[in-house]
Nanobody, 127 residues
Framework: QVQVVESGGGSVQAGGSLRLSCVAS????????MGWFRQAPGKEREGVAA????????RYADSVKGRFTISQDIAKNTVYLQMNSLKPEDTAMYYC????????????????????WGQGTQVTVSS
């Protein structure tokens, strides 16, 4: 059974940092995209960052460029999201997503490209 599990969320003050982790079990990170998404109350889920597993390509939403960094550890089947210079508007539930059905991801920051989702981890940034 494929599982995607996020961790690392928490509460920080503006300007602080957090690192989120996403462990995929029953699914091998190999030559496809994995993404981080977030959803704030009353808003749609949006793509934050994505990484091509097994390679070096990444994608970022404009709102997080220069502040967030996505990375991977293939040996640990884990994708990370390092979040620096956090702002109150970054407050949201953060989700990890994987194409566990094996379909190729054409639009890495589009939620419709992914079918495997974690339960989410809450990030709260206070001013």
């Amino acid at each position: 059974q494929v599982q995607v599990v996020e961790s690392g969320g928490g509460s920080v003050q503006a300007g602080g940092s957090l690192r989120l982790s996403c462990v995929a079990s029953g699914y091998t990170l190999n030559s496809n995209w994995m993404g981080w998404f977030r959803q704030a109350p009353g808003k749609e889920r949006e793509g934050v960052a994505a990484i091509f597993t097994g390679g070096s390509s990444t994608r970022y939403a404009d709102s997080v460029k220069g502040r967030f960094t996505i990375s991977q550890d293939i040996a640990k089947n884990t994708v990370y999201l390092q979040m620096n210079s956090l702002k109150p508007e970054d407050t949201a539930m953060y989700y990890c997503a994987a194409p566990t059905n094996g379909r190729w991801v054409f639009r890495p920051l589009s939620r419709s490209e992914y079918n495997g989702w974690g339960q989410g981890t809450q990030v709260t940034v206070s001013s």
